[in-house]
Structures are given as C-alpha cells and as structure tokens.
C-alpha cells in the first residue's frame, strides 16, 4: 500500500530533508488511493494481507519516553564525538510526542545531568523544568486529621533537595526537539502492533499498525496498510506493560528466575489555583485514610501533591494493583481523598483542568528481567526501573537509555557491517547480535545500587501498613539492601483478588462536583478519542468464559471498578461491555482481570489521551 516508498524517501534522506514530512505525505496519498467495500470481499482480504514495505535504520527505537528519547539522543551524541554514522528512528503511537506520557512528577535530574550538561544554560532551547522543590512534607493521614512526619525521620528517598516539580509529558516534548536536532527522525502517530523476526528467531524489527478499518473489520476508504521498520538493535521504551516488551519477554523467556511484577495504577489530575492557594515548590506525601484505614491494611499506596509554577496543583493518588477487596475503586478512593482538610485546602478556589491515569512497575530490583536478547533490548518501564518508596522512575529510565544506547553503539560499530545510514537497507546475512553488555553496565550502574537499597521494601508491605514502614525504615536506615535474605512475591496481581463473597462492598460518597467528579465528567478532561476502528482490548482466546462465569460470579466485576475510565460494564444479563473508546491506555484491565483476560493491543496510532501538562 505503500508503492516504492523505500525508493522515494531515501533520496530524501541523503539529502538531510524532512523525513518524516515525506513519509505522511506518502502514507496520506497512499490513503486516499485505497477504495472502500462494503464486506469483507477476497480483494479486501487480499489488499489487508498484502505485503508491507518497509524501511530500515541502525537503531529503531519503539516508545517516545524519557528512555527512548534519552538513547537516541545519546547514540547521536557518539555519532558526533566519534565521526561515525548511525541512523536512529523513534516510532511513538500518540499523536504527538508527549500526549501519552503521565507521571507524578518530582523530577531528579541526576541522569539529565549526564545526558545534556548544559540544560540548565541552555536559552536558545530552555528546558521546561522551572519550579525547585522547596518544602518537603509528609503526612499520616485520619479521616479528618492528620500526624505529620519530621523530615528527619524519612528515608533519604524521600528527601527532594535539588528536585523539581514538572509535566513530563513538557519535558518529553523538549527531548523530542533535542532529539530531531540531532538527526534523530521521530514518528509520531504511528502504533507498533508487532514485532518482526529473522528467520532463525531473532528481532529484526516492528511493524505499524494498519490503518483505516472500521468497528465492523472491514477497511475504510483510509485503508493502508502499516509499515515495517527494521533495525540492526531495536530499543523497547514502550513505558509500563508495553504490549511489544511483553511479547519479546515471553518469546527469550526473559522473566526466567525474577519475581513477578507487581504493579500500581496511578491516577492524577492538574489544577489551577488562585494566586492566594499556590505555594510554588511545595511538595506532599500521604499515607493511611483513605486507603489504609488500619495499621495493618494490606492495600500498598498514598497519595502526592506538588505545587508547579504558574499555578498549577499536580494531584494523584497511587494503588498497588495487588489490593485483596474486588469492590475496591482506585478513582473512588482519589475522590474521596481530595474531601480531607490537608488536601482540600490546596484546592480552594481553584478548577480541574486535566485527567488522566497510568499504570506503574513496583516490584524493583527482584522483578526486573533479563535486558538483552537478540537484536533488541529493554529499557526504561518496559523493564521496570521504577523506585516505589522514592516514588520516582523517570531519571532510572533516563539513565537505562543512556547505558543501552552506548552499549548499542559500542556493539554496532565493533563490526565490518556497513551502517544501515549509508546503506539503508539491512544487509542480507544480517544476524541480530545480543548485546549482552547492557546488562552487565546496568547491574554496575547506580540505577541498580539505587533498586537494592529498597528491594525488599514493597514485599514487606504485604504484612500491614505498619509492619511495612518498619521494615522500610530500616532497610533505608540501616540495612541498605545488605539483607542476607529475599522477601518472596509470587504470585501476579490478578490471582491476588479476594472473592467477592468475602468481602463487603464499599459505600462510596457521591461527588460534589467541586472538588470530585463523576467518573466520566473527569475523563472528558484527558482528551481521550478513538475514531471508528475495531477494538484494541481483546478477550483473549482461551479466556473467552472468564468474564461472565468468573469474573462477574466470583469477583463481583472487579474491572467495572479499578478502570480509571469506565471501559469495562455488565449489562442486564450480565454480559460484558467493552467502551474501548474511552480507553486511557493505563494497561490496568491487562494486568488485574482474573487470569488477564485482557489482550491489550495497540489501536491506530493517535488514539487514545491527548497529555500536555501530565
């Protein structure tokens, strides 16, 4: 569908122009080519199966996130300092770089620091990281009272000296500028919806998703089909419970040996606050009401609020997705937490202007998985750096982009290959090496010294509260990681939801609509939209009984409750219904349903949340 785009663009892309330009014009007219049917005809099936072109690149890099982003600027960084010449591609599935990325966000820029030294200075391009953390509070909270924390009792991961209060999804969009400027070309709007082998079984690439297919499957007058990419190393940085990075982990069984991930979904909002409300750098932690209603509650989370010049109040409540009652709501609870007096007093006067929600890795050091196989690697949350008691994983995954890209580059021009930017092709005896060193430099960076300080800490909370904060208190204090022994985790988050008939439902308040929202008043917030297309969250086959007999009858329906945007419901006869359009792309339903019933699959690229101060 894509007739001689390799023979056109390359031209382009000798001459330094505008590749990505090129490429939409192409896909565009490629578009408007195809004619529409009216059922699924054999030409149909035919045009659907048809042969994808495809394009080739030294580096392919899948996910425009602080680790993507961070190893492609990086391997652009050696090209310069060496003379050598490698060529990089990002594909990104939002629409815009940026638009899919949430995160809390106190931001440690030790990994910045390494990647552009400079940023600090730098006027012509100013980094959108204004506003430094200057007061540090931490709460224990009581349904209507409070017990604060001295600073000198928190870990030093709590501490947030030197930290900064931004969007990530702001910091992203500049990274991408950094980027481009470099040489680096970025696809934005394009989802990666498979990954593409060599013969004998190694990554030898993705491919787009095809484009232009209606609810019904059958192709649209849009119809076009996706696009292969290729590369000599390709680089998952898909983010949390990236459906690429989990199929590369059970196809080189990379999880053999670690614990299972476990994961939280984060659900947070911006607002804008009156001048007499905004307190610019102030930053607060909670534990307890309303999630832990005892000290030995099993639920693992708490809450954040950050102050961010202008004036703007960044608010999220966190849930481990390991939570026991089915009748638990992660947005009820966020909802409910904004009514207790040390929260609601940072948001008088003021309005909700974004919503949004996304999962996270919790289980660090035991659960991250092998990082290199062949032809590609793992980085950022697609591997799960994430430190849960820091509350922090975009400086490790800057930091994993950084080592994977020089390892990548090390490993790429230590051979007689000719680089696919002279070439632009792979070559034909190509075999995808394994870069082994990855992991090694990893294992000795301080991202790993980080992860084994606290990697015993999220575990301990499956004692209590309580027991928890002991545990963590004294592995941040004293033990630093040195523990002779390992607290196991063993089971995924979706064998740890209790039976409904073993649990009380919980009686939720109604919103008032001034400082919580009803679930879909507060989504129309995040921008979501996915145009006529078939559904991306799939029943997978062998499942197909699970939500009705299983899910509904012996779980009460759990999905209705933790899907922060209302895509799962029970009709009447309690038969399932999937509002796919709603979708956040948190990944929650693939991770929490009994048995992971749910196939998350990537939908046309642009789809889905459209972010700008997340």
């Not at 009514?339 to 919790?362: F, I, S």
């Not at 699970?546 to 209302?566: H, T, Y």
Request: charged share 20%.
């Amino acid at each position: 569908m894509f007739p001689n785009i390799v023979q056109a663009v390359q031209p382009v892309r000798a001459a330094g122009s505008s590749f990505a330009q090129g490429f939409r014009q192409l896909v565009a007219s490629s578009r408007r080519s195809t004619r529409c049917m009216s059922s699924l005809t054999p030409a149909q099936q035919e045009m659907m199966n048809a042969e994808r072109e495809a394009m080739a690149y030294d580096v392919l890099i899948v996910g425009a996130g602080p680790a993507g982003l961070a190893a492609a600027i990086k391997v652009k960084q050696l090209c310069e300092t060496t003379g050598k010449n490698l060529s990089v591609c990002v594909v990104e599935k939002a629409p815009e770089l940026g638009a899919h990325i949430l995160s809390g966000n106190v931001f440690e820029p030790r990994a910045l620091d390494e990647l552009l030294p400079n940023w600090r200075e730098d006027t012509d391009s100013p980094a959108p990281i204004h506003t430094k953390v200057h007061e540090d509070q931490f709460l224990i909270l009581g349904k209507e009272s409070s017990i604060g924390v001295p600073n000198f009792l928190l870990p030093s991961q709590l501490h947030n000296d030197g930290n900064y209060i931004i969007s990530l999804s702001q910091l992203v969009r500049w990274m991408g500028e950094k980027a481009e400027a470099l040489g680096v070309e970025i696809f934005p709007g394009f989802s990666a919806s498979e990954v593409v082998y060599t013969a004998d079984g190694g990554v030898k690439g993705i491919a787009t998703r095809d484009v232009g297919i209606g609810k019904d499957g059958t192709p649209k007058s849009s119809f076009a089909r996706g696009m292969e990419l290729h590369g000599r190393q390709t680089i998952f940085s898909e983010g949390c419970r990236g459906s690429c990075s989990e199929e590369v982990m059970k196809k080189f069984d990379l999880r053999d040996g670690v614990q299972p991930q476990t994961y939280g979904i984060g659900i947070k909002e911006v607002w804008e606050v009156p001048e007499g409300t905004f307190r610019e750098g102030f930053v607060q932690h909670t534990l307890g009401w309303p999630l832990q209603q005892g000290v030995f509650s099993k639920n693992f989370g708490g809450s954040f609020l950050y102050h961010m010049a202008p004036n703007h109040v960044l608010i999220g409540f966190v849930v481990g997705l390991d939570y026991e009652n089915p009748y638990l709501s992660p947005y009820q609870e966020f909802q409910r937490w904004k009514h207790h007096p040390d929260v609601a007093k940072h948001l008088e006067g003021g309005q909700c202007v974004q919503y949004g929600a996304r999962c996270l890795n919790e289980g660090g050091l035991h659960a991250i998985p092998k990082l290199a196989f062949p032809g590609g690697v793992l980085a950022g949350c697609s591997a799960g750096f994430l430190n849960s008691v820091k509350i922090k994983g975009s400086h490790t995954a800057l930091k994993s982009g950084i080592v994977c890209a020089e390892e990548i580059f090390s490993a790429l021009t230590a051979t007689d290959d000719e680089p696919v930017a002279d070439t632009y092709v792979l070559a034909d005896d190509h075999v995808p090496q394994t870069v082994d060193s990855y992991q090694s430099a990893m294992e000795n960076s301080w991202v790993y010294d980080e992860l084994k300080e606290v990697r015993n800490c999220h575990q301990s909370f499956a004692l209590g509260t309580l027991p928890g904060m002991i545990y963590t208190a004294a592995s941040t204090f004293f033990l630093k990681g040195r523990e002779p022994w390992t607290l196991p985790h063993s089971t995924p988050d979706s064998a740890a939801t209790g039976m409904a008939a073993d649990h009380k439902p919980i009686d939720y308040p109604k919103p008032d609509g001034v400082l919580s929202f009803d679930l879909l008043s507060n989504l129309a917030r995040s921008g979501t939209n996915h145009e006529d297309q078939p559904s991306h969250l799939r029943i997978k086959d062998d499942l197909k009984e699970i939500p009705e007999s299983v899910s509904l009858d012996v779980f009460g329906g759990p999905e209705q409750r933790f899907c922060p945007a209302k895509v799962y419901e029970y009709d009447d006869k309690g038969s399932l219904i999937i509002n796919s359009q709603n979708c956040l792309h948190c990944k929650a339903c693939s991770i929490k349903t009994p048995s992971e019933y749910i196939n998350w699959t990537v939908p046309e690229g642009g789809g889905g949340p459209a972010y700008n101060l997340m």
